[in-house]
């Protein structure tokens, strides 16, 4: 960052604070470039999907870029700023993602050099989940700032209220990386409303989206994509194992 489920109300959890210097620079980017394995198609489906919500956008700020991939995937017709708080991945995003229309920069915890009303659209990739709420309303609060009149925010987080935390179970057991300590506010749908109407934005949309999608990769890379295609839309909104929340500001 430059930066019980029947209630579906926000939990914070009170973990100790993860190092996430612990994360190998470019960890995340050579995963989605493997193109093989769930983890990866993971990604792929789950940056596919949230590319499709910046269409007529110019300027565009992804606070919590890490090494860039979710950048490097689009085009030259945006004009992107990746903004987050460890040096390491912005020196590995800057490297492999950097052009003239692609910056990365490394930032604190809130958006203090950037200029009021910059942004077209602001992108926040599984963020959130990272921060506890009183975090996140800060800098939700900063991005209305930098967003322009009628700008927008994308929102992304893992869904605790539907399947998420099964596979994060099985991730922390199985995986390289563990979310035991990375995780410490679990969101469902509800909370994440409550939370983009807290910090002061309108014509929110929040949804689950993506189910067996990514483990269909174990049968074939592109067998997922058509999974994917076909999963019934009304489970993937209800128990969808990642959040996505669209917000407007105030024209």
């Given at each position: 960052?430059?930066?019980?489920?029947?209630?579906?109300?926000?939990?914070?959890?009170?973990?100790?604070k993860y190092d996430y210097a612990?994360?190998?620079?470019?960890?995340?980017?050579?995963?989605?470039?493997?193109?093989?394995?769930?983890?990866?198609?993971?990604?792929?489906?789950?940056?596919?999907?949230?590319?499709?919500?910046?269409?007529?956008?110019?300027?565009?700020?992804?606070?919590?870029?890490?090494?860039?991939?979710?950048?490097?995937?689009?085009?030259?017709?945006?004009?992107?700023?990746?903004?987050?708080?460890?040096?390491?991945?912005?020196?590995?995003?800057?490297?492999?993602?950097?052009?003239?229309?692609?910056?990365?920069?490394?930032?604190?915890?809130?958006?203090?050099?950037?200029?009021?009303?910059?942004?077209?659209?602001?992108?926040?990739?599984?963020?959130?989940?990272?921060?506890?709420?009183?975090?996140?309303?800060?800098?939700?609060?900063?991005?209305?700032?930098?967003?322009?009149?009628?700008?927008?925010?994308?929102?992304?987080?893992?869904?605790?209220?539907?399947?998420?935390?099964?596979?994060?179970?099985l991730v922390n057991t199985l995986?390289?990386?563990?979310?035991?300590?990375?995780?410490?506010?679990?969101?469902?749908?509800?909370?994440?409303?409550?939370?983009?109407?807290?910090?002061?934005?309108?014509?929110?949309?929040?949804?689950?989206?993506?189910?067996?999608?990514?483990?269909?990769?174990?049968?074939?890379?592109?067998?997922?994509?058509?999974?994917?295609?076909?999963?019934?839309?009304?489970?993937?909104?209800?128990?969808?194992?990642?959040?996505?929340?669209?917000?407007?500001?105030?024209?």
């Open positions: 960052m430059k930066f019980d489920s029947k209630s579906f109300r926000l939990k914070a959890s009170k973990k100790e612990q994360i190998p620079p470019g960890y995340y980017d050579t995963v989605f470039h493997r193109n093989k394995g769930v983890q990866s198609k993971w990604h792929q489906i789950k940056f596919s999907r949230l590319r499709t919500h910046l269409n007529g956008s110019i300027h565009h700020l992804d606070i919590g870029c890490g090494p860039g991939t979710f950048i490097g995937t689009l085009g030259e017709e945006l004009l992107s700023v990746g903004a987050d708080i460890s040096p390491s991945q912005i020196e590995y995003a800057r490297k492999r993602y950097g052009t003239s229309k692609k910056r990365f920069e490394q930032i604190g915890e809130d958006l203090e050099r950037f200029q009021n009303d910059l942004f077209d659209i602001v992108t926040m990739i599984e963020l959130i989940e990272h921060l506890s709420p009183e975090q996140s309303e800060r800098l939700l609060k900063e991005v209305l700032r930098v967003l322009r009149p009628g700008g927008r925010l994308i929102v992304s987080t893992p869904n605790y209220g539907g399947m998420w935390p099964i596979v994060e179970i995986g390289r990386v563990s979310y035991h300590h990375q995780h410490v506010t679990r969101y469902s749908a509800a909370a994440l409303l409550d939370l983009l109407r807290r910090s002061g934005f309108m014509d929110i949309s929040v949804s689950g989206f993506m189910l067996f999608a990514p483990f269909a990769a174990c049968l074939g890379w592109h067998f997922a994509d058509l999974v994917d295609s076909v999963e019934p839309k009304v489970l993937d909104s209800r128990w969808g194992l990642l959040l996505h929340g669209l917000a407007r500001k105030a024209p």
